[in-house]
Structure formats: structure tokens, C-alpha cells
């Protein structure tokens, strides 16, 4: 090694999870954690200080966050094989969950320093134990894009998408971003999980147009750190009576024959219904022949 330790020497990088507003959620585990690392990496070190603070822990910082994190992390890694141990903090909940750390994570893995996660407050999982919607199977999608063309994009790929959604999203591109799910996924059940652990926490779940309708009446509504959990699709009785081999036919010979023509062909070949072919032709085929 170029700096003379070898990795039994190194130092431990932790990953540790803080409260998401409600200060008694720290675990006592990341108490005693910040209480035995060297130095303490975090995305805002006067946000962060705040909180340490509270709990009577002095630490040295090392500020690391979106616009560094590729250029600094060499030199956290450094600090490691030296010996030195740190904790990775974000401004709130699981560090790395839409947050810095992916970086540096990935290269004290490649170097051979240990990693230990020291798990807590999450806003993505708070919100979805809560909602009420399936969660046995979700995406976290983390933020979507900030422009409505390349988010429109982006909600069109998950139009499909079974599984339980949840989404990341600020104050002041809410509705926006509610009305462009609305154009993707109509009238989808969703919960907006607002200011979670905090004092104004709020747990609404509606269909879209009357989530809006409900958001537009009082904007104090919108304020806060928001998660969305979204209500995957739900597939059709049609969908769900059609075998996955008609189902393939019927995409096959619909790129060269009109879709009444093709839904005749797969009914005859499979013993489905022929009605029940063309509809799911309609639902699912953008253009028709």
C-alpha cells in the first residue's frame, strides 16, 4: 500500500442515519458512534453541528456533499487507510437515499476499508409504512426531474409499474409535479407524506385530482419535506385473463396486421377471446394499424 498500512490497520467508515426531524429518533448506537470516530463527514457541517450539538458531542467536520463529493473523497479514503475512523452523515435520515455518499462509499469498498451502516430514521420507508398502499413490493424513484418535459419522460416509464411508487419532492414544484402525474397516471390513488416526525406532520392520501383540488385550497398544505407514495397499476381483468403467450403473439403480428386482424388470429390460435384481445390492443398499443 502506497501509504504503508495494510487493511487491518485502516479505520472504519460508518453510515449513520439521523432524524428526519424529531431529534429523539437518534439511535443510541449513533450516539455512541459519534462519540468514538476521528471525524465526522457531513453534507452541511452547520446544519449538522446544530444537531451534534444538542447532544453535547464535539467532532471534527469534513464537509462533503453533491458539488465535492468525487473530488473530496480521496482524501476522506486517505484519513481511513491512515487509521482514522469516520462517521457519514446527511442533513437528515439514511445517508447516500438521495444524498451524498455514493462516491465515497464505492471507493472505501474498492480500497478495503470496512463499512458499517448504522441504520435509523429513513423518510422514503416512514412514509410508506404509513400510507396504507402495498408494500411488500416498492421503487424509490428518489426526485424527479425539475423540468416538466424530462419529467413527464421519466413518470411515462413507470406508467406501467405494479409495484408501489415513492417519490421525493419539494415546496415549490409539488403541484407541478402532481398535475404531471396526473396526465400520466390519471386518477391513481397516492399519500402525501408531509413534515414527517415533525410538528406539522401530515398524512393525506386522495386520488390525484382530488389531492390537487386539496393541495390548491390551503398552500400551507405544501410546505415541508414531502414523500409520495404512489399506488402502482393495477392490472386489468383483461390483462389478467390473457396468457403471456397470446399476449406476445398479439404484439407480434400487430406491427404488420390491423389489430381486429390480429386479435381474430391469436383468439383462433389460443381460445381466447377475441373481444377481449382487441381491448387489451387498445389499452396497451400506442398506435393502431
Known amino acids: 500500500m502506497k501509504n504503508g498500512h495494510s487493511p487491518e490497520q485502516f479505520g472504519t467508515?460508518?453510515?449513520?442515519?439521523t432524524p428526519i426531524g424529531n431529534l429523539d429518533d437518534i439511535t443510541q448506537r449513533a450516539l455512541q458512534t459519534f462519540e468514538q470516530v476521528d471525524l465526522i463527514a457531513a453534507e452541511d457541517t452547520r446544519h449538522s453541528g446544530l444537531l451534534l450539538s444538542h447532544y453535547g458531542i464535539k467532532k471534527p467536520f469534513f464537509a462533503l456533499h453533491d458539488h465535492n463529493e468525487q473530488q473530496r473523497a480521496n482524501t476522506l479514503i486517505e484519513k481511513l487507510q491512515q487509521g482514522q475512523s469516520v462517521a457519514l452523515i446527511s442533513d437528515a435520515g439514511t445517508p447516500l437515499i438521495s444524498d451524498p455518499g455514493f462516491h465515497l462509499v464505492r471507493y472505501a469498498r474498492q480500497a478495503g476499508v470496512k463499512i458499517?451502516?448504522?441504520?435509523?430514521?429513513?423518510?422514503?420507508?416512514?412514509?410508506?409504512?404509513?400510507a396504507g398502499i402495498a408494500s411488500d413490493r416498492f421503487c424509490f424513484e428518489?426526485?424527479?426531474?425539475?423540468?416538466s418535459k424530462a419529467r413527464l419522460e421519466r413518470l411515462k416509464a413507470l406508467e406501467d409499474e405494479s409495484r408501489t411508487l415513492i417519490f421525493y419532492e419539494s415546496t415549490h414544484r409539488i403541484l407541478e409535479t402532481l398535475r404531471d402525474m396526473q396526465a400520466v397516471f390519471c386518477d391513481r390513488f397516492l399519500v402525501m407524506a408531509r413534515e414527517l416526525t415533525k410538528t406539522w406532520e401530515t398524512i393525506h392520501g386522495a386520488e390525484l385530482p382530488a389531492l390537487i383540488e386539496w393541495l390548491e385550497q390551503d398552500h400551507h398544505r405544501i410546505k415541508g419535506e414531502i414523500v409520495l407514495v404512489v399506488e402502482g397499476k393495477v392490472a386489468s381483468h383483461t390483462d389478467e385473463a390473457?396468457?403471456?403467450q397470446s399476449i406476445k403473439l398479439l404484439t407480434l403480428l400487430h406491427k404488420e396486421l390491423p389489430l381486429k386482424k390480429a386479435a381474430a388470429i391469436v383468439a383462433e390460435t389460443f381460445g381466447d377471446k377475441k373481444n377481449a384481445l382487441y381491448q387489451y390492443g387498445l389499452d396497451h398499443f400506442k398506435t393502431q394499424h
Open 142 to 147: 428518489g426526485f424527479l426531474p425539475a423540468k
Open 116 to 130: 458499517v451502516p448504522i441504520p435509523g430514521a429513513c423518510a422514503a420507508i416512514t412514509a410508506l409504512c404509513s
Open 13 to 17: 467508515l460508518y453510515i449513520v442515519a
Open 242 to 244: 390473457l396468457s403471456a
